[in-house]
Structures are given as structure tokens and as C-alpha cells.
């Protein structure tokens, strides 16, 4: 596991070090606190050659850390208390913390119990065939509270169970069951408890959103509100080019409408007209006017009618 920096230091080295976190809290608008507790420091290293291009990760003495954040000249900057973690280290980032956290979760990797961790999350066992054969890990499957039978040769859940809550401890037993069924629950990496930006604090929990589900809420809010904005009339910079179009559109399907003569819509005016007389005439049978040759026609056909 990984160390922090050894005891036996000189006064000048630990002013040095005090000094030189310091200035990494001055320069970086980020600041936070991990948990490196059951860490592996080989992990550490190859996380922190991945994060390097965002994130600087420094491990010392929680005394040390404490001394820098208290002579750092950021407002409220003494609010990241080191003593949120087991064992604390500083991360430096230009990053904001939502993103940060984010980033950090990515670099993350599974990896099978051994008993004695802390569960990450509710550690839960699927139904299904386990390929287990039947022997002693049936009897330990039952105990923990599983519903199994033993069906063509081997053990199948028949009803998927939690066998460890979030936070509890896993036993020796559960880190077997585990590793029998192939779930590995703990995670390696990076642990951010806490981080600060701009005189604010943020947590974990505040920090661990869907950031796509974020995203897809912030536009669909803000495609109700320009709506809204645009319905209500509000004219603003965003607005302004809807309404006005809007606005124009009304206007010249009115002027269209009520047979305006105007320069822009007499075209469409006189076909509007055109088409309403069309519809009109369909609607109603009126009989065209006699012509004189139908009248001179008609007075013959008459008299002929009538010498007869």
C-alpha cells in the first residue's frame, strides 16, 4: 500500500514541503482530498502517469497537508479538511471538480475480494446456473441467505440475493462466494472524498451524477424556458429573432388574408383571392347569363313551336 512521506524529517524539509503545497494550492483552481486506504502502490503509479495531464496527486503527512491549507490565502480554503479520508492525499487539477471526479472514476478498475474490505455498493449475487459443483459452497451459498438447488450436477440460484450491504465489512466467506461465482465488487483507484473550487466545498455524493442524463435535463429545460419566453413575448438577445420572425409571419398571412394590396404579398393575395372564388363557385350553382344569339335562338325555336 501506498505510504505517506516518512517521519523523520528535518524542520527545513518539512517547511520545503509545506512550502511546495503551497504553491500547488495557489496555482490550481481545483483542489481536493483523496482516499489512498488499501491502495496498491503500483496501481497508484500507473493511475497517476494516466492522470498527469489533468491532475497532480501528492501524498504527506496530514499534519503537513493541514499547515499549507492553513498559510494558503484562498477563501475558506481551510474547509478541506484532510481528516475526511483514512489516508488523505492532495489532487491538483485545472479541471472543474465535476469533472474531475468524473475523470477519475474512468481510471477505476475491478478487482476480486479477499475479505476484510469494505463494501463499495450492495454486493449482489444473480440467479442462474453458478457452475459450482455441489459440496461445501452450497452449504455457504444457503447461509447466505441465497435460495439454490442443486439441477443437472450443479448449484443455481433461484432467486438473486444481496449478500453484502454498502459499507459492511466482507467477510472471508463472502470474498469465496465471490470469487467462485466470478463478481469482483471492489474497486482500484482513486477515492475522492472531497474537493474545492472558487470558496465552495463539494462532496462525493454531490459530485457523482450522470452527467449525460445532466446534460439531456439542462437542454430540455432550457427548450421549455426559450418556448415559454417566446409564447410570453419576452424579448431578449436569444428571443429576439423568433418573435420577430414570428411576428412577421403573422403579418403577412394577415395582409394575405384580408386582400391587402402590398408590394410583398400581392402575388399571394390575388391567388388567395383566386382560390376562394374557386371554392365559393363550387359551393353554389350559378346559372351564366343568355348570350343575344341564345335569345334570337330561343324566339325562333317559339314560333316554330307555335306555326306547328
Known sequence: MVQPTPKN??????????????TQIEENPVIG???????????????????????????????LMNLALEN????????????????????FSNKDPFQLYSLIQRNKTSAAAQ?????????????????????????KLQGAGLQVQVDDGTIHVQKPGVIVEKGDTITEDDAEILNQVGIEPLEIGLTLKIAYSEGE???????????????TDIEAAAGTAFNLAVNAGIVNKTTAPSIVGQAS???????ISQG?????????????????????????????????????????????????
Open 115 to 139: 475479505g476484510g474490505e469494505e463494501a463499495p455498493s450492495d454486493i449482489e449475487i444473480p440467479d442462474g446456473d453458478t457452475g459450482i459443483g455441489p459440496g461445501p459452497m452450497l452449504g
Open 201 to 215: 466545498i463539494f462532496t462525493a455524493e454531490e459530485l457523482d451524477i450522470d452527467t449525460e442524463q445532466y446534460r
Open 72 to 91: 494558503a490565502g484562498k477563501k475558506d480554503i481551510t474547509t478541506l479538511n484532510p481528516d475526511e479520508a483514512v489516508q488523505p492525499a492532495f489532487i
Open 260 to 308: 391587402l394590396p402590398e408590394k410583398e404579398t400581392i402575388e399571394e393575395t390575388i391567388s388567395y383571392a383566386a382560390s376562394n372564388a374557386k371554392g365559393v363557385n363550387s359551393q353554389i350553382d350559378i346559372k351564366e347569363p343568355e348570350t343575344e344569339e341564345e335569345d334570337e335562338e330561343e324566339e325562333e325555336n317559339e314560333e316554330e313551336t307555335s306555326e306547328e
Open 9 to 22: 524529517l528535518s524542520r527545513e524539509q518539512k517547511e520545503q514541503i509545506v512550502e511546495e503545497l503551497g
Open 33 to 63: 482530498i483523496l482516499d489512498m486506504d488499501q491502495l496498491p502502490s503500483k496501481q497508484l503509479q500507473q493511475i497517476k502517469k494516466e492522470m498527469k495531464e489533468f491532475a497532480n496527486v501528492r501524498m504527506e503527512r496530514k499534519t
Open 249 to 255: 409571419k403573422k403579418a403577412r398571412n394577415l395582409a
